[in-house]
């Protein structure tokens, strides 16, 4: 699948999970046969993928003055917030359009495996262990998620890309 992708070199770091999450049905990629690998990845994307790899469904609409019924993402952030992955950005906001940082993702993503017990190394030098975020990185080099941008940071306030995203996943 990832072939077929023009952005996508088969040698990319992210090559074989964008395959992955193609042939999952987690993403169908962007317009005119690419992924946009180093697009920032918006928070409705990062819901939708997040709910897609887990199989879920939801019932009703998302409790949020910005999140319509019928949007692609609805399902996906009403069974975000129902599972405590997400709380919004406000308590009647989800932001849907906002971009996520390496740090939100890695959190939701910890928040949907149902915040497991987080490793007890931190190799980063920017991840403070009373930051919010902390047992979820933690727990993402124990399980080899991630292993940061450099050996020794994690880069949590920069934007996740969608590359990033689906390797994570």
Known sequence: YAMDLTDVPSDAYYAEAVRWALSQGITTGTADGKFSPNAPCIRAQSMTFLFRASKASADGAPAFGDVAADAYYAEAVKW????????????????????????????????????PAAGAVNPFTDVKADAYYADAVLWAVKEDVTKGTTDTTFNPNADCTRAQIVTFI
């Open 80 to 115: 975000a917030t129902d599972n405590g992955i997400t709380n919004g950005t406000t308590s009647s906001t989800f932001s849907p359009g906002s971009g996520c940082t390496r740090a939100q993702i890695v959190t939701f993503l910890w928040r949907s495996q149902k915040a």
